[in-house]
């Protein structure tokens, strides 16, 4: 395993301290684990929590701040974080508005968010939660039932967040949540693997000609293996799938062309000169494109596209000035 | 070789153009070349045009944009663009006020971009350039005569661009650029090569056990190579080397610590956490951080260490709103 790291021990807390001194101004660690908040406590709004296993920087911790999350509670790589330190997140930025946390389904996940809105509603806060499942390329994965939640979910955070941000109630905001939810779709695929640290080699092996298609966000398998294609072969079959899931035809959309870690930029722009041309010659309008490392795994190497059809009230939440470390308007 | 696009001759034309179609309302990329500019050209105030090889996305077309470029010329992977090319640029965004080039020390660059400034000013056009050699690592090396220009350049963008939008004249926006580049200095690591896609293999190896120390952003080579050592250890490194060429103690700086193009944030955090402690501890203030990929080497995995030493019009000027795919604040 070749890593810029100290020690395997310590990847997740030096990781998230790094983050936190980036900007030290707007962020602020929690002594008990990696938990990040907002440097200033939000008042009389809905707080919005967010989290999962690390390994998905800049996601989620760097989506806190004004805008989009008041918290994020990160676990150990791969790993979702346990009841105890999610509801440690909660009781950190919670308002008497309530808290909205943001899961991404995974079997894990869901438990251990589920218990902590339990325990949080126990201390007398007003705690839910939505589950994101924006992937089409398996119905059931390795580590869920039903889809598995990855790149779309941050669009989750900068609407729902937009919305707590205008003062919207635990409802509404719940409520556009679970609109982009329902109209967001993902599909992912994968060159080369990644290594979790504290497995020391990598999740799983292609060939020097081969490539996964429909992976997971941790190196799940997805639907199928096969010989490596050119670039627009890869993202023509992406968004097929994706098209065959929703019909955006017609419709204006938010599309992010997602890097997993380790994709050089060259390639995800190569990604979006076909997908750009491809969605618009079917009547998709692309309002906006964003490009880059938005929910990683570690050092893989893929991409995956994601798909929000948008309406009105998605479209000015999306516009709606945001500060974060990872948040580009 | 490994790698997402469609052929070898169209990765930088296709790159280019994905680039573009992710802001079509801010950029346009001219017919002649993989030069992009910004779709609305400036009037009465001095142009900035950069560029060199490509492969350092999101340098330099993600810069172009409100406050920062005017147009960006790229050539191919790591070749400076011609003489011709950057003419065409230059042409395409001059104003009356005139045009400022910013060069990274290669000796291709440097030839082309003088050459085209000459015949700009065959063509009536006042342009004059400037040459950035941040990098510490190495005094001449395979592309140079004198120190390399790398990530550094991208706050020579940033500082001379806001100048220019304040209406200060080729004098002046000049005078702040090279006060830049006299300030900035940067230092690089790679622990794995990139490959450029027309050679289609590595440009080097590295033993699963080895670092190179002081690398360039073409994975030219550095001070020397060594046993891999931990994210701390690399990181003092670069710095004490830094701060052997400049002494920023007692002052204000920018820091950025740059990923070379694979390597994932959670890395990059990681050797953050050390250096922020660590320039803190010798009076250094780190007035900001940026953390991400700015100036890269198509996929080489590691990192580079650039600190740009204040005053107050460099604070402000740095400060400035800017709208670019790649600049965040």
Redesign the interface.
Known sequence: M??????VAS?EE??????V???PDMLRKLEYGTIVVRAQRKQGQVALVSGGG??H??AHA?YVGKGMLDCAVAGTVFTSPTPDQVLEGIKAVATDQGVLCVVKNYTGDIMNFEMAVEMAADEGIKAEYVVVNDDVAVKDSLYTTGRRGVAGTILVHKIAGAKAEEGADLKAVKEVAEKVIANVRTMGMA??P?TVPAAGKPGFELA??EMEIGIGIHGEPGTHREK?A???T?AKMLVDHILADIDYKGQEIVLI?NGM??????????????V??YLTKQGITIYD???G?YM?S??M???SLTLLRLDDEMKSLYDAKAHT?AW?K
Chains 1, 2 share one sequence.
């Open positions: 070749k890593k810029i790291i100290n020690d990847v030096q990781m998230i301290q790094g983050l001194k980036a900007a690390s390994g920087e800049p760097g060159i080369a990644c020097e000609d490596l050119s670039a627009d890869i062309v870690g380790a994709t050089p930029l060259m390639e995800l722009y190569i990604v979006n000169n076909f750009h041309d494109t964003m490009v490392n990683t570690i050092e190497a893929g991409f470390l580009k």
